[in-house]
């Protein structure tokens, strides 16, 4: 495994240090919620436009869908703060929607309109490493006080750019955050630049983390949107055991590489 440059290290410690302070906040300055939930979609070169389009409308819809209100509902408080992060390469990323609470229909409504009419486009790279950290730095000063905080981060490649994955994911679990996965194969047989065999199997080794964390794998395009609802009211109502479609790796494959895309995107550059 390659080691993290001490610049880069040292703006991460900084930065995840600051997160972990920013929740012994005393419990009164902020609102209280059962969930923390950082929505982390890929919008890298290899999802094309429609496959984009079709990533956006499954939020769009599972956000309205009275599955999911019936699951924010069934919490403690009866509420959850969500955001909206579109990443890509280092660098490359963009809060399409800041932090919010859903409580009922008419916020759920609102959160749902303003992401279906934010303009949509692509950013360069895959760096879930990046897109982790970003993640991981929103909880920061966000106003909400969490019963739990969760990443919920898709994508349809291995991490090929940026610092490696499995430190940055071991450390953003450290602060309690649980990383949840929707590895996502619309295109069976593609071995192209940024595809990889099996990234449900990535997905389960180098990117999820924390108690309870899972992955909803998707391999056709009319599972997309159901799969996003489905995962949603499994992470809101934090029931996520048991269920034959969740998809979770106990046991990691110590023997798995996770820097299968930084040697693949080695090979494409220098073959």
């Not at 963009?94 to 009922?104: A, H, K």
């Not at 110590?254 to 299968?260: G, H």
């Amino acid at each position: 495994m390659r080691t993290i440059p001490w610049r880069l290290f040292g703006t991460l410690i900084g930065g995840l240090i600051s997160l972990a302070l920013a929740g012994a906040d005393p419990a009164s300055a902020n609102e209280q919620v059962d969930l923390e939930l950082v929505l982390a979609v890929d919008v890298s070169g290899s999802m094309d436009p429609d496959e984009q389009a079709l990533q956006r409308t499954g939020y769009v819809e599972a956000i309205r869908h009275p599955d999911v209100l019936a699951a924010i509902r069934s919490g403690l408080h009866g509420r959850i703060a969500v955001t909206y992060l579109e990443w890509a390469g280092p660098g490359n990323h963009r809060v399409v929607i800041p932090w919010r609470t859903l409580t009922d229909t008419a916020s759920a409504e609102a959160f749902a309109a303003q992401l279906s009419d934010a303009p949509r486009g692509t950013l360069r790279g895959t760096s879930i490493s990046s897109g982790l950290t970003i993640a991981a730095s929103l909880f920061e000063g966000n106003g909400y006080e969490g019963m739990r905080r969760v990443i919920d981060v898709s994508g349809d490649g291995p991490n090929n750019m940026g610092e490696p994955i499995l430190p940055v994911r071991d450390m953003v679990v450290r602060l309690g955050i649980v990383i949840n996965g929707l590895p996502i194969t619309l295109k069976p047989g593609n071995r192209g630049y940024g595809s990889i065999e099996n990234l449900d199997s990535y997905y389960e080794n180098c990117v999820i983390g924390g108690p309870g964390a899972f992955i909803v794998a998707v391999n056709d395009r009319a599972q997309l949107v159901e799969a996003i609802r489905r995962k949603l009211v499994l992470e809101i109502a934090d029931l996520s055991g048991g269920f034959e479609h969740v998809q979770a790796s106990p046991v990691p494959d110590s023997d798995y590489d996770c820097e299968v895309g930084e040697k693949q995107r080695r090979m494409w550059l220098d073959p």
